[in-house]
């Protein structure tokens, strides 16, 4: 099984502070990653597929990017809407497992 | 709009069942893949299984397999997670998650846009 793993566990920023949340995978997964915000008492939602491609609706301060076994998830200029917890998630395996990482909590510094 | 919308979680003893339903509205339930994802209070995002458009491929994750079975009615545009011997550590919101795919450079990406707003399964005594 493919392993995901996310650092750091926790962060602590500012708003208007540029935000590096890093996603590996056990096994390279070509392009095969997404990434998810979720906040307290929601349901996740999805913020980028394919690594880089942004879901519609989703502001342009988030991007992703990396390939391989290395993926990151770079919010540009963080604000109030997006402390949340992030997690990645590996779509390599599909259609099953397309298991997450242990996910990213962004607070508020 | 696109809905899914979980029910049937419940408190359990150990070793009961249950059952969750998810209804889907606002799109053609038979052309897409769904998934349930569970999430134990303070943890992370945990996949739980995974069953095709016409009902014949699924897949489970191990810590259910054998003991969890998800089914799908598309006349009723429902999905079905019969949940048995449930254990202490079965535990979470359980969501249902519609599975999408698009096509880039002529690969195809899947993920999942589409929650529900979960259903809490707790197991105690």
């Known amino acids: 099984d493919i392993q995901m793993t996310q650092s750091p566990s926790s962060l602590s920023a500012s708003v208007g502070d540029r935000v590096t949340i890093t996603c590996r995978a056990s096994?390279?997964?070509?392009?095969?990653l997404n990434w998810y915000q979720q906040k307290p008492g929601k349901a996740p939602k999805l913020l980028i597929y394919?690594?880089?491609s942004l879901q519609s609706g989703v502001p342009s301060r988030f991007s992703g990017s990396g390939s391989g076994t290395d993926f990151t998830l770079i919010i540009s200029s963080l604000q109030p809407e997006d402390f949340a917890t992030y997690y990645c998630?590996?779509?390599?395996?599909?259609?099953?497992?397309?298991?997450f990482g242990g996910g990213t909590k962004v607070e508020i510094k | 709009q696109v809905q899914l919308v979980e029910s049937g979680g419940h408190v359990v003893q150990p070793g009961g069942s249950l059952t969750l339903s998810c209804a889907a509205s606002?799109?053609?339930?038979?052309?897409?893949?769904i998934h349930w994802v569970r999430q134990a209070p303070g943890k992370g995002l945990e996949w739980v299984t995974f069953?095709?458009?016409?009902?014949?491929?699924?897949d489970y994750a191990d810590p259910v397999k054998g003991r969890f079975v998800i089914s799908r009615d598309n006349s009723k545009n429902t999905l079905y997670l019969q949940m048995n011997s449930l254990r202490n550590d079965d535990t979470a919101v359980y969501y249902c998650?519609?599975?999408?795919?698009?096509?880039?450079?002529?690969?195809?990406?899947?993920?999942?846009?589409?929650w529900g707003q979960g259903t809490l399964v707790t197991v105690s005594s």
């Open positions: 998650v519609r599975r999408e795919r698009a096509s880039l450079s002529r690969t195809y990406y899947y993920f999942f846009d589409y």
């Open positions: 606002g799109f053609i339930f038979s052309d897409y893949g």
């Open positions: 069953i095709e458009t016409d009902g014949r491929q699924k």
């Open positions: 096994q390279s997964i070509s392009r095969y």
């Open positions: 394919a690594a880089s």
């Open positions: 998630q590996e779509s390599y395996t599909t259609p099953r497992a397309l298991t």
